[in-house]
């Protein structure tokens, strides 16, 4: 087999991997670029005051063990009555209990939702807080709050992002009529936010 056999294959494969992962990236892309947009100009994409609902209730005093061990708290059957009676949503990022309280924090997207819980009584006040649509997607792009399967997503678009931009190189350097002036603005594409940072950033 002669040596042009191989040669004559990679500017396929690279067309063919090329077309194929910018396909599959297409909706990330997008998003992490508008979101990204939004997140750089908060100021021109605001969503209005955030909307803020208050909720009391009374929890089984038996589920707060006072006196008792943390271990001995009803961890479990708190956080699913929160959810079940007042549609709390989020993943519980904290759970804190001292002698006379327990806070339950929940987090999401865009969302927030605190719990002050009495353990002597077993009355509690719930702050749930919606900061609104651009606040939710500038969490994803930031994966904030937004659980394992996000942080794949997230992970995802790096990895096509950054194949992308390798194959598109890749291709360039077979169009000999384009290869120079490419090669440039590729160099030029890195200089710029390098000077922008080192010159400029404080």
């Known amino acids: 087999m002669s040596d042009a056999s191989p040669r004559r294959g990679l500017p396929w494969f690279a067309r063919w991997l090329h077309c194929y992962v910018s396909t599959i990236g297409f909706f990330v892309f997008v998003f992490f670029g508008a979101t990204g947009l939004t997140l750089n100009h908060a100021d021109w994409f605001e969503s209005g005051e955030p909307v803020t609902r208050e909720a009391r209730g009374t929890f089984d005093p038996a589920w707060l063990a006072r006196g008792e061990g943390e271990e001995r708290v009803a961890k479990l059957a708190i956080v699913e009555r929160l959810r079940a009676e007042h549609g709390v949503r989020g993943a519980v990022s904290e759970f804190r ?37 651009v606040a939710v997607l500038d969490d994803l792009h930031k994966g904030r709050d937004s659980g394992a399967a996000w942080a794949f997503v997230v992970d995802a678009a790096a990895i096509i992002t950054v194949v992308c931009g390798i194959t598109g190189l ?5 169009v000999k009529r384009r290869r120079r002036l490419g090669l440039v603005l590729a160099l030029l594409g890195a200089v710029l936010p390098a000077v922008a940072w080192a010159g400029f950033v404080p």
């Open 97 to 133: 209990i001292d002698e006379e309280q327990c806070v339950v924090v929940f987090k999401g997207p865009g969302y927030s939702a605190d719990a002050f819980v009495d353990r002597a009584g077993g009355g509690y006040e719930l702050t749930e807080t919606h900061k609104g649509v």
């Open 170 to 174: 890749w291709l360039l350097w077979y």
